[in-house]
């Protein structure tokens, strides 16, 4: 080594953002256990690099005692002394044993270890600038596509978009500029995983953050969203300020804000609704587009059952139950409809089971013996 390989040290530090010392020691560290291997010596050596020259220097450590009994950690009073007349017992003399050709090692392991530890660097950065990002919508341009898993490269890293966090209705090709949501930030053996997600509920929320300034100021709160990625998502709204409508304020002028999101996510139809602090108000209105006449709470059995005219009763329910089931992911509640002539001339209110069943969807009872009416 030498003055040059030390400019070169600093300057590939400073680009880095790396520690000039933190790297010499390293590579001193690194050293050690070359001479060791290389020379098969003890334990009890340390290497110097001259900060200003780069000249590598290795010393072997050896105590101080009245009789050595292995001359390679021990060294006799006597002969200590020689070196040093000031030397006592106890005392650590350095002995310099650098071999003839050490510098040729020196060289390989510092190259290794400088790789080694740029390569760690440049991972930590990258993991420390996307773990505070969790949770946040970034563009990033599709790279790769396998079989289950995309590849989006988000500049700085390539994150990855397992089959599982992309949109069924996604059709991704090479080189496609997306939107995606930073689900979580791993460290593993190779650095660290970032893993993105068009499917997660968070990009919905995220994307409306982005195209409505008053939900970005804090004016319209969004207090749920459900979703099924590609097809269909509602989301309840909330507004801190009277005068601001928080649906008008989501839909924009002439749809424009809505539509944004929905383009962004091909298609996906997207209801706004109102939440309300009233559990009966908010399930009413999560069923939207159908009208609700009434809607009864049981608190203990966590159940609103609600009653619709006859003509919106499969409006309600939805193709294949998504209308309640994305409702009763969003309130909470698990949802029962009927329809006004089904309830007609009985006591539907006073007949509710003690242990109400629900499907993993959390669709209510009655709605799922509609559904699977002959």
């Not at 319209?220 to 601001?244: C, T």
Request: net charge negative; charged share 30%.
């Amino acid at each position: 080594m030498n003055v040059d390989f030390l400019d070169a040290l600093e300057q590939l530090a400073r680009e880095k953002g790396i520690d000039k010392e933190v790297l010499l020691e390293a590579i001193e560290a690194a050293l050690i256990s070359g001479y060791k291997r290389n020379f098969n010596s003890a334990g009890n050596v340390r290497v110097d690099i001259h900060r200003d020259t780069g000249e590598v220097r290795v010393f072997a450590r050896k105590t101080v005692v009245e009789e050595p009994e292995d001359t390679r950690t021990e060294i006799s009073l006597d002969a200590a002394r020689d070196i040093n007349p000031s030397y006592q017992l106890g005392d650590v003399v350095e002995i310099e044993v650098t071999p003839r050709d050490f510098g040729r090692i020196a060289a390989q392991t510092a190259k290794q270890v400088v790789t080694q530890r740029i390569r760690e660097a440049e991972r930590s950065v990258i993991y420390g600038k996307f773990a505070d990002r969790e949770e946040e919508v970034v563009s990033g341009i599709v790279s790769r596509i396998e079989p289950r898993v995309a590849y989006v490269d988000l500049g700085d890293t390539e994150a990855v978009m397992p089959q599982s966090e992309q949109m069924p209705t996604d059709k991704l090709h090479l080189g496609d500029r997306v939107k995606v949501f930073i689900a979580r930030v791993e460290r593993t053996t190779k650095g660290p995983q970032i893993v993105v997600s068009r499917s997660h509920p968070g990009l919905l929320k995220r994307l409306f953050e982005l195209e409505v300034p008053e939900i970005y100021d804090g004016v319209v709160e969004i207090k749920a969203v459900s979703r099924e990625a590609g097809y269909r998502s509602k989301i309840a709204v909330h507004s801190r300020n009277p005068e601001v409508d928080p649906i008008g304020a989501c839909v924009g002028t002439r749809g424009g804000r809505v539509q944004s999101v929905v383009n962004e996510l091909n298609g996906e139809k997207i209801d706004i609704v109102e939440w309300s602090e009233d559990p009966a108000t908010f399930v009413a209105n999560a069923l939207s587009p159908a009208k609700v006449v009434d809607v009864q709470i049981f608190e203990t059995e966590k159940v609103a059952r609600t009653i619709v005219p006859d003509y919106q009763l499969s409006l309600a329910i939805g193709k294949e139950g998504q209308n309640a089931r994305l409702a009763a992911r969003l309130t909470g509640w698990k949802i029962d409809i009927k329809s006004e002539s089904q309830v007609s001339g009985e006591d539907l209110f006073t007949n509710l089971d003690e242990d109400p069943e629900s499907d993993d969807n959390a669709v209510g009872t009655l709605a799922d013996d509609w559904l699977n009416e002959p």
